[in-house]
């Protein structure tokens, strides 16, 4: 190699590390802006009992929002479910959590059971999942219908879930609420027991497949019953119109060999009334990108619901100003009665 080509060769590499250098200065320099321009925030997200789904949400999506904004550092928070979520955010308890859409709706006209608070400070930001009801028996009970639940213990879970609520509202609709003995024990706590005969039939309310039923399902023939014939019977969905028919496919579980009719809730994220609106925006954007998507539905088989086109689907409360933007941006139509 020549001198004048050495020369030249050695610009061209210094020049080059200069650019490097100068790219990474700048990135670094916009990692720092943006934590500049952000005050550090601590959030609380509400989840849900052990081995639920709503558990499994709340883990991921706090995980994907801190990672996507550093600023930002969120925690999720174990809970009942769905109503102690209601009622943890209208009272600034937690910033972020899971509700049913059901409790979602009478929390804030004041019907939910015996409680005629009004939660109107809980707004909605997106759509999660469907979650149908489910209601586990031994394949050999002899349990074929709801009405052959008559005089049988049934845990329904956790005080202040959803799926507690909704088992309820349920039972008392069909008449049958007084003539059972519900037990309010968590999804893991509920087949543990299950499996050792302390109670008959076990109810959960979440996506499929559920580990608890999974794991019944495993250690002993189950089935579950087609509680769509009674809810259509009796005039459930006039009386409850926020709860839909769906299908449980075939094979979901061990030894479910056919398709079971059902009813299912939808699964709100929810957000205190009082939430910042950018961080309410900023937490969508993490969540609806290309990889929260693909984290969620790695995490969960439930969330291949979730996309741009279904994020309002199941809304029974208004928006946050912060999700109004968001979702204006992606290009969807705001019905006036989810406004503000």
């Not at 250098?21 to 849900?48: I, P, R, V």
């Not at 995980?63 to 930002?72: A, G, Q, R, V």
């Not at 979901?252 to 699964?267: E, L, M, N, P």
Request: charged share 20%; net charge negative; with cysteine.
């Amino acid at each position: 190699m020549t001198r004048r080509h050495l020369t030249f060769a050695l610009s061209a590499m210094f020049t080059l590390l200069l650019i490097l250098g100068c790219s990474s200065e700048q990135n670094a320099n916009n990692n720092q802006a943006d934590s500049d321009a952000h005050k550090k925030q601590y959030l609380a997200f509400g989840g849900g009992p052990t081995g639920g789904t709503f558990n499994f949400f709340a883990n991921k999506m706090a995980s994907l929002i801190s990672e996507k904004n550093t600023w930002l550092e969120v925690s999720p928070k174990g809970s009942g479910g769905s109503a102690e979520n209601l009622r943890s955010l209208n009272k600034n308890g937690v910033d972020l959590g899971i509700v049913y859409s059901g409790d979602a709706f009478l929390g804030r006209v004041g019907k939910l059971p015996d409680d005629p608070t009004r939660y109107t400070d809980v707004s909605m930001l997106s759509f999660l999942y469907g979650a149908p009801a489910q209601l586990i028996v031994r394949k050999d009970s002899g349990i074929d219908s709801p009405d052959d639940l008559k005089g049988k213990a049934i845990a329904i879970g956790n005080p202040g879930s959803g799926a507690a609520l909704s088992a309820e509202r349920f039972f008392r609709h069909l008449g049958l609420w007084d003539s059972i003995t519900p037990q309010y024990l968590g999804y893991s706590q509920a087949a543990a027991d299950f499996a050792i005969r302390k109670i008959d039939a076990f109810w959960v309310l979440v996506g499929y497949p559920n580990s608890a039923v999974v794991e019944a399902a495993t250690n002993s023939p189950v089935k579950l019953l087609d509680l769509h014939a009674a809810a259509a019977e009796s005039g459930f969905y006039d009386t409850y119109p926020f709860y839909s028919p769906v299908e449980i496919p075939a094979d979901t579980y061990t030894g479910q060999t056919d398709d079971v009719a059902t009813f299912q809730d939808s699964s709100l994220w929810c957000a205190s009334k009082r939430l910042d609106n950018d961080i309410v925006y900023q937490c969508l954007k993490a969540v609806y990108s290309g990889t929260g998507l693909e984290a969620l539905v790695a995490a969960h088989k439930a969330a291949s619901s979730m996309s741009v086109d279904n994020g309002l689907y199941g809304a029974s409360i208004p928006l946050h100003p912060g999700a109004v933007r968001f979702w204006k941006e992606k290009g969807l139509e705001i019905p006036p009665k989810l406004l503000p």
